[in-house]
């Protein structure tokens, strides 16, 4: 992909990006797009830079490695690196002075750690709890399907929050969540509006502010934004499809 087809890209994303708004009656400027580059060149990292992206997703901890110190030497305007997959705990390490935002925070002990590693690191890293809303599709994130019925998952929950709003180098910022892959966007809506919905609750229940609901990909991030998504991550429709 050269800087122009990644231009091309990133205009026809915020074109859509902003037609969803407009039909929901947002602001675009609520929305964040962090651009998932994942399995991507630093090339391609340090174009998108150039088309003025400023948030940048990786998912794997290695790859990160390798290309997070690479793109900031290179780029004039160092960008915001989230970290949106799963973190073995031995990794945590790793995680922390490389992201400056964890969207996948799935455990409590992984949560323990990165406070730890953060107050090491004398700052308070943001983060936000990946959810498991769909039940069956997504492998990781708190189990919270079907809470609205389910009295004990909903409690269980909800003592994991109050655990992990004791971890003093955490800022706990709101909530994530995959839906699954459906070839009609619009089956993702529940998934999406359950999570708005958790997140309500949880403000309310805890008297804490939840700011951000990161959920939307290239295949739903229409619906997402109509749900209240404040996060999207998106991948292909920016870099193209993945090897
Ligand atoms: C890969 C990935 C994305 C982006 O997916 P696309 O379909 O490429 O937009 C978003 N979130 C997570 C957690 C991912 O792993």
Not at 179 to 202: G, Q, V
Request: glycine residues 4%.
């Amino acid at each position: 992909m050269t800087v122009i087809d990644i231009k091309a890209n990133l205009d026809a994303v915020q074109e859509r990006i902003a037609t969803a708004c407009a039909r929901a009656n947002r602001n675009p400027d609520e929305v964040t797009l962090v651009a998932v580059s994942k399995k991507k060149p630093i090339e391609a990292i340090v174009a998108a830079n150039l088309c003025g992206m400023r948030h940048f997703g990786e998912n794997r901890v290695e790859e990160a490695m390798e290309k997070i110190p690479v793109v900031n030497e290179q780029v004039d305007e160092k960008p915001v690196w989230h970290m949106i997959g799963h973190i073995q705990s031995r990794k945590a390490k790793l995680v922390e002075p490389l992201f400056d935002v964890v969207h996948s925070i799935d455990t409590l002990k992984i949560a323990e750690k990165l406070s730890q590693l953060a107050s090491e690191s004398q700052r308070t890293l943001p983060v936000l709890l990946e959810v498991n809303i769909s039940g069956e599709a997504a492998k990781y994130g708190f189990e919270a399907s079907d809470w609205k019925n389910k009295p004990a998952i909903k409690a269980n929950f909800w003592d994991t929050v109050a655990k992990l709003q004791q971890l003093p180098y955490l800022d706990i910022r709101g909530l994530m969540t995959m839906a699954p892959f459906y070839d009609d966007m619009e089956r993702t809506r529940p998934i999406f509006a359950d999570l708005a919905e958790l997140r309500e609750h949880l403000q309310s229940g805890f008297h804490v502010a939840l700011p951000d609901l990161s959920m939307g990909m290239t295949n739903d991030f229409p619906i997402a934004i109509e749900e209240g998504a404040t996060i999207l991550r998106i991948g292909r429709a920016i870099f193209g499809e993945r090897a």
